[in-house]
């Protein structure tokens, strides 16, 4: 009885989980230990996160100018470094201006806003079904006046200077250290594999480069293929809503561009400010809005997404929504951001690992044979 309990699965299963329990209790103990391990990371996580998602865009050109120009790695380095600065700088001079005086002049026109939202509150309040509720009375509690809003927005500020000049401190940081670390990637990247292929045995070599190949071609074709997505989106999101005559069709553009990166709700996020905008003052213009994001959408998933992308994810639509659900609740917008990639990178690691265990099966249960030259007396 004792030897088949020693030798049953439920018992090695049962002290695996156990023994994992219990070294995750003692770690909650002692996390002075840790907590130093967890400010290191959190620290390179932001820049080291901003230079790999530019080392995926900025690597196929690289390699592209090495391979095809003939020309010397650190030379083509230095020349995308060039196109990167200048784009910063003509997004910096250009871009961002026109951004900024369109959010000014939306927050100029809040006040007017918020009266016809007022406006057509009243309005529908003149139906026998809202009659009976008092909604006068509970404006005047909510107190959504300009001044008001103005001035919570200056108790706020005034309350969260220091975390202000933290994040001042942390952005400057990032932006400092971010493009030694993507430089770096993009010079020694190459490198990478083979030094982690020295710390496996000699049989398991080929497996992990194919396994590492996987995964730099998921990511690659992910990212690369989420930027053409955005850039596209936000170009013909801005231009129908300056065909129709929409205000602030260049901010609300960049908007639904930026929230494209959220799959299947991207395109509804969006959608949201144009619509509220235009929806109190002209109901056919919120209408054409509509229109216009399901025609970009439309053209999106037809045709830029299943060749830029493909089926390199091939996630189902409903696993995509529970991640999106898991991992903005576990870190907010930039786990709805990371979430898809993070569970492709994940799937193909347990898919790799389950293929391993699945092989050394096969080989243990292949039986001994003599060999052939072998006579058998």
């Not at 008001?148 to 940081?173: C, D, H, K, P």
């Not at 553009?253 to 494209?260: K, Q, S, W």
């Not at 092989?359 to 060999?371: C, G, L, N, Q, Y």
């Amino acid at each position: 009885m004792l030897d088949k309990l020693k030798n049953s699965k439920i018992m090695f299963w049962s002290l695996e989980l156990l023994i994992l329990a219990t070294l995750i209790f003692v770690s909650t103990k002692i996390d002075f230990i840790f907590k130093p391990i967890g400010t290191f990371f959190s620290t390179l996580f932001a820049p080291v996160l901003i230079a790999g998602f530019l080392y995926y865009l900025l690597n196929p050109i690289v390699n592209l100018l090495e391979k095809r120009v003939k020309l010397k790695r650190i030379y083509g380095i230095i020349l995308v470094f060039l196109l990167l600065i200048g784009a910063l700088v003509l997004l910096i001079g250009s871009v961002i201006p026109s951004l900024v005086s369109q959010i000014s002049s939306l927050a100029e026109s809040t006040p007017s806003f918020i009266a016809s939202v007022e406006k057509w509150i009243r309005e529908m309040t003149q139906s026998p079904f809202f009659k009976q509720i008092d909604l006068q009375a509970q404006f005047d509690k909510l107190d959504i006046s300009y001044g008001n809003i103005i001035q919570r927005f200056l108790s706020s500020l005034s309350n969260s200077i220091g975390s202000i000049v933290g994040q001042v401190a942390n952005a400057t940081m990032i932006i400092v250290t971010a493009p030694f670390i993507l430089f770096y990637m993009l010079k020694d990247g190459n490198r990478l594999v083979p030094n982690i292929e020295r710390f496996f045995p000699e049989n398991r070599r080929e497996q992990i480069v194919d396994l590492l190949g996987k995964l730099n071609y998921t990511l690659s074709k992910y990212i690369s293929g989420q930027a053409i997505e955005c850039v596209f989106v936000a170009t013909f999101t801005f231009i129908g809503y300056l065909i129709i005559g929409v205000d602030y069709a260049f901010l609300f553009g960049v908007i639904a561009g930026v929230t494209n990166l959220i799959p299947y709700l991207g395109p509804y996020l969006g959608l949201m400010p144009a619509v509220l905008v235009t929806v109190f003052d002209s109901p056919l213009k919120a209408l054409l809005c509509c229109v216009v994001v399901l025609i970009v959408q439309q053209l999106d998933g037809n045709i830029i997404y299943p060749n830029v992308i493909g089926k390199t994810l091939a996630i189902h639509p409903l696993t995509i929504i529970l991640v999106l659900l898991v991992a903005g609740n576990i870190a907010g917008l930039l786990g709805i951001f990371l979430g898809v990639p993070f569970y492709a990178v994940c799937r193909v690691l347990v898919t790799f690992i389950v293929k391993l265990i699945k092989e050394d099966k096969k080989v243990a249960e292949v039986p001994v044979t003599k060999d052939e030259g072998q006579k058998i007396e």
